[in-house]
T-cell receptor
Framework: QKEVEQNSGPLSVPEGAIASLNCTYSDRGSQSFFWYRQYSGKSPELIMFIYSNGDKEDGRFTAQLNKASQYVSLLIRDSQPSDSATYLCAVKDDYKLSFGAGTTVTVRA | DAGVIQSPRHEVTEMGQEVTLRCKPISGHDYLFWYRQTMMRGLELLIYFNNNVPIDDSGMPEDRFSAKMPNASFSTLKIQPSEPRDSAVYFC????????????FGPGTRLLVL
């Protein structure tokens, strides 16, 4: 499987702040990138995906992709306590997903 | 749709016993994936099927693990004999045929081998 590296965390941010999560990947040919959120004891759920260089926004979430630097990030604006979870970066190769170890985010009220 | 269904949700067994995990994918999805998640190794792909045919089983850790998909609505992951190091959460996921389509995960089976 492809290597996907994430900040180990944990990342603690105050409510209302911006949480910034980073992810790097090893395969320069990778085309599709996903961010999943996983609450403790639950299954991963998709937050958003990105294919093209640049930014993609969905509500309070923004994914950023830089293929030249092999770097994907996720910004969570106006962080809420309900955003406290582990965030998994995934890279798709054909129909397979390779996941990073995840970054645990804690939003302090 | 009910989503991906897995059973049992929790399984406690003794070393050496056979364990069978079950999965029902979302109706109409062509791909089915089995993952294992541990603290040490994170989320790992074990095997995936396309139209009930195993495509890539390179993630299956050893011969003690086997997976089948006898029809489009049912898959099993079997461990025989089980060992304590197999303790993990096992997820099943499914997706449509489009490469861009995301994978939808089931609730997982928490396996503890004593």
């Amino acid at each position: 499987q492809k290597e996907v590296e994430q900040n180990s965390g944990p990342l603690s941010v105050p409510e209302g702040a911006i949480a910034s999560l980073n992810c790097t990947y090893s395969d320069r040919g990778s085309q599709s990138f996903f961010w999943y959120r996983q609450y403790s004891g639950k299954s991963p759920e998709l937050i958003m995906f990105i294919y093209s260089n640049g930014d993609k926004e969905d509500g309070r979430f923004t994914a950023q992709l830089n293929k030249a630097s092999q770097y994907v990030s996720l910004l969570i604006r106006d962080s809420q306590p309900s955003d406290s979870a582990t965030y998994l970066c995934a890279v798709k190769d054909d129909y397979k997903l390779s996941f990073g170890a995840g970054t645990t985010v804690t939003v302090r009220a | 749709d009910a989503g991906v269904i897995q059973s049992p949700r929790h399984e406690v067994t003794e070393m050496g016993q056979e364990v069978t995990l079950r999965c029902k994918p979302i109706s109409g999805h062509d791909y089915l994936f089995w993952y294992r998640q541990t603290m040490m190794r994170g989320l790992e792909l074990l095997i995936y099927f396309n139209n009930n045919v195993p495509i890539d089983d390179s993630g299956m850790p050893e011969d003690r693990f086997s997976a089948k998909m006898p029809n489009a609505s049912f898959s099993t992951l079997k461990i025989q004999p089980s060992e304590p190091r197999d303790s993990a959460v096992y997820f099943c996921a499914s997706s449509l045929v489009l490469a861009e389509e995301t994978q939808y995960f089931g609730p997982g089976t928490r396996l503890l081998v004593l």
